[in-house]
């Protein structure tokens, strides 16, 4: 499965962003979606994911209630919404694709195949 990021840019703080991941050839359908993100000198962290049947979603504490993540199975895209970005948002975005069950969605070792990334960043 080959995952396309798309969507990253330069705002500023209040601004909002959505992200996308998509797939040729693949159904997304039939996996977790997840994004993380990666700041440089620190490790990836969890943003958020959305299973594929069902459609339930698990948030990290840091951008819950602020971030969501959707999909549109018409597109075959997994979608970020991030509004009212604030600086220390700026990071790397991943998407990833998996098999995870709803209790590790949030772990990186849950995932199989990653996109390239997208750079968001927000100033200040």
């Known amino acids: 499965v080959q995952l396309q990021a798309s969507g990253g840019g330069l705002v500023q703080a209040g601004d909002s962003l959505r992200l996308a991941c998509a797939a040729s050839?693949?159904?997304?359908?039939?996996?977790?979606i997840g994004w993380f993100r990666q700041t440089p000198g620190k490790e990836r962290e969890f943003v958020a994911a959305?299973?594929?049947?069902?459609?339930?979603?698990v948030y990290a504490d840091s951008i819950k209630g602020r971030f969501t993540v959707s999909r549109d199975n018409s597109k075959n895209m997994v979608s970020l919404q991030m509004p009212n970005l604030k600086p220390e948002d700026t990071a790397v975005y991943y998407c990833?694709?998996?098999?995870?069950?709803?209790?590790?969605?949030?772990?990186?070792?849950?995932?199989?195949?990653w996109g390239q990334g997208t750079l968001v960043t927000v100033s200040s």
């Open positions: 990833a694709a998996g098999t995870a069950i709803l209790s590790s969605m949030s772990r990186e070792r849950s995932y199989i195949y």
């Open positions: 050839g693949y159904n997304l359908r039939n996996y977790v």
């Open positions: 959305i299973k594929g049947v069902g459609g339930a979603t």
